[in-house]
């Protein structure tokens, strides 16, 4: 049924002349007509007729029988699609101690896998694009809410880039009774920015400073140390594309240290060649905490004013503040993640690890939309993203990551993590081991659907995963998730 390349393409280029979009017009009345005569008559013009317009720039494959939002399909920039296939799945809660991995005995895609039974239902199923057989999973019970108000967190950016930030800072602060401590330079819609947070359950405080950035970014440190109130425990520095994937986890994890000591806590890069040039500190990806003692300890101000005329900047300046003015020395947590990585991340997230507290570099180093991942969180908790279940017949589910298929198999209980970014000045292999072994090569042949949109409507998340191929065409599995 696969389209090979070059093969009945005719029709498609008639309808991409110059006068296409005249021709879409004047004959879209009549196309759709003869569309549906064609989806009625399919089983006789199968071998013969493997391809429809249904926009000027848009192909599918005439497999594909069941009504497809056009938008969408613009929106993800598919320009010839081969296959679209949408299935349930219903997550039920479990109190039982889940492994990050499990493995269900029903296949994903593989059809011949099941009982004739199944098959029969998948042969009535009205919507052919709808796999009527739901997938059940079982994810771990998710506390609804969590108390943070123990936390703060600074943040030195430009207005916009907080506003466009806003939407997943909410994942993690919204609703939390943590604060997130903004300078900003001077604008003149900072209000409107505090109404967007204050709808999203984000405790803002904005400040307005016309220093300098580097300037800008270590006062953090003196203003979080101003603002703390009886409660604080800990300060912590972010950057703009800081993303914590759970509030909770971050509090249960803090639990971990005593802070009543001072303490300054961080993620090292998990590049060696980045900790060569930049040195062991808590890179500020990652979230840099500071316990209530270590900061109050740096905020005298003989201290601040040597700190803040250092010649490093960002996260080094705090790093030889804390170096040069306490004995205290860096905690790493590996759960805080800098992701000094370029590319294709997929095999860190799709790693089967427990997921990391932070991750960052998201939107600009790679392409790994969190606001999306997290999206199917409302309905199964943070516990659930990034698990991992694999079918019976190879498919790999990442929870808000990808779909994948190995071109070997890999055992569900395989430690290592598929090494499938690529790093600066020089990184290799071995540069990431300290922090991410044991490491495995890339599987080049790897079959994988990303995860491009999310979105949630009433009591259901759609997960929306991508396979690219420009010259058969790309594959797209919509996920719809319930509640069981
Ligand atoms: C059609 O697709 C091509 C790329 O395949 C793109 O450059 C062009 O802008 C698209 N045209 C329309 C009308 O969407
Ligand atoms: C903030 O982002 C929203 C989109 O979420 C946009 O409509 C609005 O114009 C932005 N405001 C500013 C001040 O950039």
Redesign the pocket.
């Known amino acids: 049924m696969l389209l090979k390349p070059g093969e009945r393409l005719g029709r498609v280029s008639s309808w991409g002349g110059k006068s296409a979009w005249k021709k879409v017009i004047r004959f879209g009345v009549g196309f759709l007509a003869i569309f549906a005569f064609a989806v009625i008559l399919w089983p006789k013009l199968e071998r013969h007729d493997p391809i429809v317009n249904i926009a000027p720039n848009v192909t599918v494959s005439a497999d594909i029988k069941c009504p497809l939002d056009l938008e969408l399909i613009e929106r993800f920039g598919v320009h010839k699609l081969r296959n679209y296939l949408r299935r349930e799945v219903v997550a039920v809660e479990s109190d039982a101690d889940l492994p990050l991995s499990q493995s269900l005995e029903t296949p994903f895609l593989d059809t011949h896998q099941l009982s004739d039974a199944d098959k029969d239902l998948i042969k009535q199923s009205q919507d052919e694009c709808l796999n009527p057989l739901p997938i059940t999973l079982n994810v771990p019970r998710s506390p609804r809410s969590v108390d943070a108000s123990h936390i703060d967190f600074g943040v030195a950016t430009t ?2 880039r907080l ?2 930030s806003l ?1 997943a800072f909410s994942h993690w602060a919204g609703y939390t009774r943590t604060r997130i401590f903004a300078l900003l330079e001077p604008h003149d ?1 900072v209000p ?2 505090e109404a ?1 947070a204050d709808l999203l359950g984000i405790n803002l405080h904005v400040t307005q400073s016309d220093q300098e950035y580097q300037t800008r970014y270590f006062s953090l440190l003196p203003h979080l140390a101003e603002n703390m109130r009886e409660q604080t425990r800990w300060s912590c520095i972010i950057d703009d594309d800081t993303f914590f994937l759970s509030m909770q986890a971050l509090v249960k994890a803090l639990a971990e240290y005593d802070d009543t000591q001072p303490m300054y806590l961080g993620g090292l890069s998990e590049s060696i060649p980045q900790v060569g040039i930049f040195g062991m500190m808590a890179y500020g990806g990652a979230g840099v905490f500071l316990s209530r003692p270590l900061i109050t300890q740096l905020s005298d101000s003989a201290t601040l004013r040597d700190c803040q005329s250092m010649d490093y900047t960002g996260d080094r300046r705090i790093s030889y503040c804390v170096y040069q003015h306490t004995d205290t020395k860096l905690t790493v947590d590996h759960r805080l993640r800098q992701l000094d990585m370029r590319g294709d991340v997929s095999g860190f997230f799709e790693s089967g690890r427990e997921p990391p507290l932070s991750v960052h570099h998201w939107k600009s180093w790679f392409d790994t939309d969190m606001t999306k991942v997290s999206a199917v969180s409302d309905l199964c908790g943070d516990n659930c993203l990034l698990r991992k279940w694999f079918f019976s017949d190879g498919w790999i589910l990442t929870n808000g990551i990808s779909i994948i298929k190995y071109s070997s198999k890999i055992e569900i209980d395989d430690p290592s993590m598929e090494l499938t970014w690529f790093g600066d000045h020089g990184a290799e292999f071995d540069s990431y081991l300290h922090e991410l072994g044991p490491l495995r090569d890339k599987d080049w042949a790897k079959l994988s659907f990303t995860l491009e949109d999310a979105s949630v409507e009433n009591d259901k998340v759609h997960q929306y995963y991508v396979h690219r191929d420009e010259q058969k065409g790309d594959e797209i599995i919509e996920l719809i998730w319930r509640s069981g």
Do not use: P
């Open positions: 207005l916009e506003n466009d939407d819609k409107e920015v967007k």
